[in-house]
């Protein structure tokens, strides 16, 4: 480490060894295919470290990697950097706290990019503190100004974003931070795709459950993440201990709307329901807590159903779980 001007920076030897440590991490992850991905690092207020074009982020070794300027000048290094590379300068320009950036494409948050569904359901705390709310920054050519100019918007709000038909980008305080944060929107995408479309439900956690969330974001000294749409009503605030617990409601549709209606739209990943309003769902579907359906109906349908329910909810998870790895 050595400080400038009251900011402490990795020297070059820490920062191409951690390159080497996260590329070969990502790589094997399956978060890059290929020759995909970059990672950059600052070894000064102007100055970062980088990963070449045309090589596996899994087999790189320290005399491939590029030291530049913020203004894309090479300043050593015999290779290339990659084209992608402007977008990891322009985060730079426009947020002179972040320190490192990471890009890649991992398989669930890149397909909620292309399927252009943010990760802000409020579903899950830890992604509420430690990422927040990812938005997709609209298409852009990959290797223009369009990618840079594309991201950022959203680069002293955000602490990453998904890139429409493309992938994942992080920044943060340091380069692990940067890479942790890359981990964090692939394993919030999976659990939004395992409850949003394979169990079918998702229980969204209420305002004053997501601004207690917030308010502990805050003393931890993280300043940006957005904020979620959240339910009116509290999430998930009884225990469940047997089966009769849970309402049945499988099968149906795989996008159900949650058991308390959020305050605003989830973006395509649950079809939901302003309080007040009625359900845009029929009767035979998910009651899903919608004041619509009589509770003797809803309870008289849960008793009967529910051991079958049981059975089919088993057997279709088992079957869409098994059908992602096929
Ligand atoms: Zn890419």
């Known amino acids: 480490m050595m400080t400038v001007q009251g900011v402490k920076y990795m020297s070059d030897f820490e920062a191409k060894k951690a390159i080497l440590d996260i590329g070969k991490r990502m790589y094997d992850k399956g978060f890059?295919?290929?020759n995909d991905g970059n990672i950059s690092c600052k070894v000064g207020p102007n100055t970062i470290w980088t990963t070449p074009t045309g090589v596996s982020k899994g087999f790189m070794k320290q005399d491939m990697l590029v030291k530049m300027d913020l203004n894309g000048r090479v300043l050593m290094g015999n290779s290339k950097p990659s084209s992608e590379v402007k977008m990891h300068l322009r985060v730079y320009q426009e947020n002179p706290d972040?320190?490192?950036v990471t890009h890649a494409h991992p398989l669930v948050a890149t397909s909620f990019a292309i399927a252009g569904i943010s990760l802000d359901a409020a579903v899950l705390t830890e992604a509420v503190l430690g990422l927040g709310s990812i938005p997709i920054a609209k298409y852009a050519t990959p290797g223009t100004e369009e990618v840079p100019d594309s991201i950022a918007p959203f680069v002293?709000?955000?602490n990453g974003v998904l890139l429409a038909n493309h992938g994942a980008l992080t920044w943060g305080k340091d380069i692990f931070q940067?890479?942790?944060r890359l981990e964090s929107i692939e394993y919030y995408a999976t659990i939004l795709m395992y409850t949003g479309n394979i169990i079918g439900r998702q229980n969204v956690l209420s305002c004053d459950q997501v601004n207690k969330?917030?308010?502990i974001r805050q003393k931890l000294g993280i300043t940006a993440g957005g904020i979620p749409p959240c339910s009116l009503q509290e999430t998930n605030m009884r225990d469940v201990i047997t089966s009769s617990d849970i309402r049945p409601s499988w099968p149906a549709s795989p996008?159900?709307?949650p058991l308390n209606p959020p305050v605003h739209e989830l973006k395509g990943v649950t079809p939901l329901v302003k309080p007040g309003?009625?359900?845009p769902l029929k009767e035979g579907g998910c009651s899903c807590g919608i004041s619509s359906i009589p509770k003797e109906t809803a309870e008289k349908k849960d008793t009967e159903h529910l051991s079958k329910a049981k059975d089919e909810i088993i057997?279709?998870?088992v079957r869409r779980v098994m059908g992602q790895f096929n």
Do not use: G, K, P, R
Request: hydrophobic content about 50%.
């Open 32 to 34: 890059v295919a290929s």
């Open 98 to 100: 972040v320190q490192a």
């Open 156 to 158: 002293n709000t955000h």
């Open 178 to 180: 940067a890479f942790y």
């Open 213 to 215: 969330l917030l308010d």
């Open 255 to 257: 996008i159900q709307a």
């Open 277 to 279: 309003q009625s359900s």
């Open 315 to 317: 057997a279709e998870v």
